[in-house]
């Protein structure tokens, strides 16, 4: 045993000289055969060891896998993706001239907003040319025209087919005018009622809150607690009333004109008028 110690002594000692006296070539092989700091002989100084822990071993960065193509600016249409810079530059040319307002950044803005307003004129009159081919897509020839001629016959035949729906309508409806002998606004609106159920036939039924009555209607009817079932809280009110089915509908409240008073009966018999203020109609008992 002493005898291997003092061989392994002479080893150690002799090696680096034995090291130095061998050429490139024969150093080569050695060095390639495992890393360095792995075998005791390249690294003599850090003595004989039985075991030691290996080297960690170092994971090369993974470089990101390319994502599947995401949809992007560029797989648009082409005028999308212009129309989007031009906003882009537009707000920025803005903002630039808002933050330094010198006369080029003013003026840079100003000529894109110029260039901008152009081509929305262009825009705008190749769609009234195509307005104009197109019935459908021409919006003066929807509801009530824009000239004054065709205003004229607009409202006449509005005026006729109101009367007529009018006239229809005074067979199976009456119109309840709540008042108060006192109120100056009810005496004011009774010659209206009384001037439209002579020209159009429908009943008008005068209700009384205050027992009193009005000139122009001296046969009323006191008020029997049906201005609280509909919720009358001013006078004058006017309803809309179809006696067979019980059902009422408001049409408004104040001094009302005739006309006011025919388009408001045309808009809530309308059909499907009920479905889109429902819970403004009543189902009252009226025997």
């Not at 075991?51 to 082409?78: F, G, L, M, N």
């Not at 824009?146 to 409806?173: K, M, P, W, Y």
């Not at 209206?192 to 002579?198: G, S």
């Amino acid at each position: 045993m002493r005898t291997v110690l003092i061989g392994l002594a002479i080893v150690l000692v002799a090696h680096p000289a034995l090291s130095q006296q061998q050429g490139p070539d024969t150093a080569a092989p050695s060095a390639s055969a495992a890393p360095a700091g792995s075998i005791f002989w390249g690294d003599y100084r850090r003595g004989w060891h039985f075991y030691e822990d290996p080297e960690p071993e170092v994971i090369p960065p993974q470089k990101p896998r390319p994502r599947a193509k995401e949809a992007t600016a560029e797989s648009r249409p082409p005028e999308l993706v212009e129309f989007a810079r031009l906003q882009k530059r537009l707000e920025d040319y803005r903002n630039i001239a808002i933050i330094r307002p010198t006369e080029a950044n003013v003026r840079r803005y100003m000529e894109l907003e110029a260039s901008v307003v152009r081509q929305a004129s262009y825009f705008s009159e190749v769609a009234q040319r195509v307005a104009w081919s197109t019935p459908d897509l021409d919006m003066t020839l929807q509801g009530r025209p824009v000239n004054a001629r065709g205003i004229e016959v607009f409202d006449r035949e509005q005026a006729q087919t109101r009367n007529q729906s009018l006239a229809a309508l005074a067979r199976t409806h009456v119109l309840f005018f709540f008042f108060r002998s006192d109120c100056p606004y009810c005496h004011a609106f009774a010659p209206t009622l009384e001037a439209f159920q002579a020209r159009h036939g429908i009943q008008i039924v005068p209700i009384s809150v205050d027992g009193g009555g009005l000139p122009n209607f001296p046969q009323y009817r006191r008020d029997n607690g049906i201005s609280r079932t509909l919720q009358v809280t001013q006078v004058p009110a006017v309803f809309l009333a179809e006696p067979f089915t019980g059902k009422i509908t408001p049409i408004g409240f104040g001094v009302l004109s005739e006309s006011q008073l025919i388009e408001r009966i045309a808009t809530v018999t309308a059909p499907g008028a009920d479905a889109l203020v429902p819970s403004v109609t009543r189902q009252v008992s009226l025997e």
